[in-house]
């Protein structure tokens, strides 16, 4: 939405507020013909506001829309957390996963990995296969440090 949008909204509210007062001031009849064609203006400025309100109201759906959807990836962002070769979400001490990290680092999609047993892990977007430290030696080698393994 540009801002000429609401410049024009704000012409057209004037426009109609100046109407109005013009025709309550004058004390016209309504009857008389120029008193009837203001009152035309006045009901045609006052449609067109309508209409234009109707756009930004759209454009501040849309706008919201926008932002919860930023949000959520900023927390989703903040919860993420990297373990070779996936990506777990730590919220306190839950903690959920493991995810796809090509699907992530790609499209920023969390994809949920499959457990395919014995530490090797598939995601069912990419298709991708994930191994994890226990494939490789079926127990977790000394010398790797995990945060969560308590
Ligand atoms: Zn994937």
Redesign the pocket.
Known sequence: MDMSAISAILGSIKTASDLAKLIKDSGISLQEAEGKMKLADLISALADAKIEMASVQQVLIEKDSEIHKLQEKLEIKKKLYWARPYYWLIDGDKKDGPY?Q??YDKNKEL?RLQDLGTGSWR?S??K?FFTDNTYRTQSRADNEWDPFDR
């Open positions: 796809c090509q699907c994809i995601c977007n990419c991708e």
